[in-house]
Nanobody, 126 residues
């Protein structure tokens, strides 16, 4: 089992920045992928970014490219999401997720992730 704990959400003005963190504990191993998803009220959960733990290769949804950066800290077993130039449409509950199965064509599919942290709310005011 892998336990995830997301934190770092809050209220920020448009154009501002936030940094989300998600430490992983339990039987994480070394070959897995960690990702961030988000879900706005009334909308489906959508992919934001992912990082392959072993290689640190990163993948992003088009709408966050150039604004968000996903990274991992090997020593702390933590994945982070640095969010800059935030927009009101970025308002959502953000979730971190992990999967031991790495299928690049399915990174954006939430069904492929077995482990989820509780969400952290990000609110961007205009």
């Amino acid at each position: 089992h892998v336990q995830l704990q997301a934190s770092g959400g809050g209220l920020v003005q448009a154009g501002g920045s936030l940094r989300l963190s998600c430490p992983a504990s339990g039987r994480t191993g070394s070959r897995y992928v960690m990702a961030w998803f988000r879900q706005a009220p009334g909308k489906e959960r959508e992919f934001v970014a992912a990082i392959i733990w072993q290689s640190s290769s990163t993948y992003y949804a088009d709408f966050v490219k150039g604004r968000f950066t996903v990274s991992r800290d090997l020593a702390k077993n933590t994945v982070s999401l640095q969010m800059n130039s935030l927009k009101p449409e970025d308002t959502a509950v953000y979730y971190c997720a992990a999967s031991r199965t790495i299928i690049l064509s399915s990174l954006a599919n939430p069904a492929g992730y077995a482990y989820w942290g509780q969400g952290t709310l990000v609110t961007v005011s205009s």
